[in-house]
């Protein structure tokens, strides 16, 4: 199947050749019929991509503020490696689908095979959509005009928002899809509806559908006009869904609202209020969500909960039945609206024409009913050179930012040899595939596990699915290098533990043992004599509270997540066994602390103190760990600078850029396997430190 994306980085449009993508949980797989070109998001996606490194950093001043912080404290290699490589992740477009139903997985209620339905997938012949995103279509509607559902949807969560009732004014400014969509919305609500646009065309469009329209470049002054239409009074809301970086569609709405008036903003403009224009009149301002209640809450749209329909009555979802019921009974009118047709192959034209002078409006691309849903490995571009069974042939199952920007690239500069890339989603198995030569793609893990022609499988998924997928590569004979967590609870350690007979490598992602300065940290302290005592600080920064990570079930918590990698080192670096480890979190109480201190003694006499603290600020050092022993003090900061006191003859060590031993961590599970040798990383120091962890957590 094919599937449209944007390069950030240079704005073309490219249509790979993707596997079918996994329908999930709660999830529906759509074979795409049809899908509309959102005019004014997609345009300024592509003007964006399209624009130089400045104009881009124009843009977005906070980003450049966050890569000079990560500059400062990471140093500028590592920066603008980052920076790179966030360009170079390909964007998916569209999400104004429509199509037909093929499978359905688990937990999906009120939908079948076989069902026409409108969605958010994007520009693709085969889409997984949760369910709650998407929409029966009515029998009596045609695709063309289901396919403008979404986009509808938008401009009705803004006119929930402003309330009319039957007989008030209100004023559309910016007549481009969603304006006369939104004015149509109102009219049938039984509104008087007005429209504002600089487009003369918008405008004689606008009047065909019913709306009195204003060309704001006549030299009509727009308030006076808006006055003129309402005796005086003064329009009762205004609905702005222009998308310009200027203040002034605010200003007009202000004035020429009544006392009291409503404005709602659905587009995108600039947000410099005048304060006395809604002093004087109490006016209210509130900004729409995109869809309706439910955006952006993954208990909604990933999980499936919906909320109750006594206490929410319009969510994204039931926004969209009820603009296909509008659709369906003729109140809303898409056909004056379409400028384009085009195939799904000619996706790359119809982008060329948005951002080019052509007039245009609604762009739709129509699909053949040609991809094959079951067709979820494909081969990939690369060479196939031969591969010794004693060498490592690694398949990767997860392309994510973690696995993409920094995994696969460590293992890469270690000389590995790719097979089988593996994900959810195909994009990532592609395009990262492409770029470092694996074989093939897939979104079929299975497969991926049963083939017997890759020996290693590195695992970079999300936390929840590491304890399995672990198991099942080892039942598999494979070598197995897990991102870390090993897993998540006691249950699932004891299965792994089972699992592992020793005959392959069992490895976790500790990288921070590898790195370089703390190599030289290590040598400094085995000529040292004693007990040692440590303090890791990590400034690891605030992350939301609703983001998977923080979720106990399925990202386990940041002590589990990140802070096992402290546990680990302090471990190596005492090189003896934990005989106690006790959390205090005195800062928060949630499910998944994120600000807390962990204090261990080992089996030598050695202490150590992790202090995780997520209530720091960015422009501080991430990590820094100071080592007390035998008369001496060593500070490592940041992996970037060593530094030592009382050891005579020693000299700061520096590093242009952060290493934390990552490339080094990957060379070693591979030399490991070749060389047939002892595990990088001992197997039962991995399994104490997931002991102690998921203690700690249960305390």
């Given at each position: ?45 592509v003007d964006f991509g399209k624009a130089s490194w400045i104009d881009k950093a124009r843009q977005q001043p906070d980003k450049v503020q966050q890569v000079l912080d990560k500059a400062r404290t990471d140093g500028a290699f590592t920066t603008l490696d980052a920076v790179r490589s966030k360009l170079d992740q390909p ?303 690694l398949s990767v199952i997860g392309a994510g930012n973690y696995a993409s920007r920094m995994l696969i690239p460590a293992f890469a500069k270690a000389d590995a040899r790719f097979h089988t890339l593996a994900a959810s989603s195909g994009i990532g198995p592609v395009h990262v595939g492409r770029k470092f030569g694996f ?115 399925a990202g386990g918590g940041r002590l589990l997540g990140e802070a096992c990698h402290f546990i680990d080192l302090l471990r190596h670096l005492a090189a003896s066994p934990i005989e106690d480890l006790q959390l205090l979190n005195a800062v928060d109480r949630k499910p998944c602390p994120d600000t807390f201190s962990l ?101």
């Open positions: 199947m094919k599937q449209l994306f944007q390069s950030l980085s240079t704005g073309s449009s490219d249509l790979p050749e993707l596997p079918a993508p996994v329908v999930g949980r709660g999830q529906l797989l759509i074979r795409t019929s049809c899908s509309l070109v959102s005019a004014g998001t997609e345009r300024m996606l964007l998916p477009l569209g999400y104004c689908n429509v199509g037909i139903v093929v499978a359905v997985g688990s937990g999906v209620v009120g939908f079948q095979v076989g069902d026409r339905v409108a969605s958010t997938g994007p520009h693709a012949e085969l889409v997984a959509v949760p369910q709650h995103l998407s929409a029966l279509i009515p029998s009596t509607l045609n695709d063309e005009a289901a396919a403008f559902t979404v986009l509808a949807s938008i401009g009705l969560q803004g006119i929930r928002l402003a309330n009319p009732t039957l007989g008030e004014t209100f004023v559309v400014s910016g007549l481009g899809l969603i304006g006369l969509l939104t004015g149509q919305l109102l009219a049938a609500q039984g509104c008087n509806v007005l429209g504002l646009d600089p487009d003369p065309s918008k405008c004689a469009l606008a009047q065909s559908l019913g709306i009195t329209s204003l060309h704001l470049a006549n030299g009509v002054d727009p308030v006076a006009w808006c006055l003129g239409h309402t005796a005086g009074i003064g329009v009762d809301g205004v609905l702005i869904t222009a998308a310009t970086s200027s203040s002034e569609p605010v200003h007009v709405a202000a004035q020429a609202c009544r006392q009291r008036g409503r404005i709602v903003l659905v587009g995108v403009t600039g947000l410099e209020l005048r304060r006395d224009l809604f002093y004087k009149k109490e006016l209210t301002f509130q900004v729409s969500c995109s869809y309706g209640p439910g955006r952006y809450d993954p208990a909604y749209e990933q999980q499936g909960h919906d909320y109750p329909i006594g206490f929410v009555r319009w969510t994204e979802q039931r926004n969209f039945q009820a603009v296909l019921h509008a659709l369906a009974s003729g109140s809303l009118r898409t056909e004056p609206l379409i400028s384009h047709r085009f195939s799904f192959e000619q996706a790359s034209e119809a982008y060329e024409l948005l951002s080019s002078s052509e007039p245009s409006l609604g762009i739709l691309l129509r699909y053949t009913e040609t991809a094959d849903p079951a067709m979820r490995v494909i081969q990939l571009p690369a060479a196939t050179e031969s591969v010794a069974p004693s060498q490592p042939l074989r093939h793609a897939s979104t079929d893990i299975s497969a991926l596990l049963a083939d017997s022609s890759a020996n290693s499988v590195v695992i970079a998924t999300r936390h929840d699915s590491h304890a399995s997928l672990v198991q099942q590569a080892l039942d598999a004979g494979k070598h197995v290098f897990v991102e870390k967590p090993l897993c998540l609870n006691a249950n699932e350690l004891s299965a792994i533990e089972a699992a592992h007979t020793g005959q392959t490598l069992l490895m976790v992602g500790f990288n921070r043992r590898f790195a370089p300065l703390l190599l030289d940290l290590q040598h400094q302290l085995s000529r040292q004599q004693g007990p040692k005592a440590f303090v890791y600080t990590c400034n690891a920064g605030a992350i939301p509270a609703d983001h998977w990570t923080q979720d106990p079930e204090q261990l003694r080992f089996a030598d006499g050695s202490i150590g103190t992790v202090h995780y603290f997520a209530n720091g600020s960015k422009a501080f050092p991430k990590e820094r760990l100071e080592v007390f022993a035998d008369g001496k003090v060593l500070r490592l900061d940041n992996y970037r600078k060593l530094k030592a006191w009382g050891i005579t003859g020693f000299r700061t060590r520096r590093l242009l850029s952060q290493d934390k031993g990552q490339e080094a961590c990957c060379a070693a599970f591979l030399k490991a396997i070749e060389s047939g040798g002892s595990p990088p990383i001992p197997v039962a120091e991995i399994f104490e430190v997931q002991r102690w962890l998921l203690q700690a957590v249960s305390q």
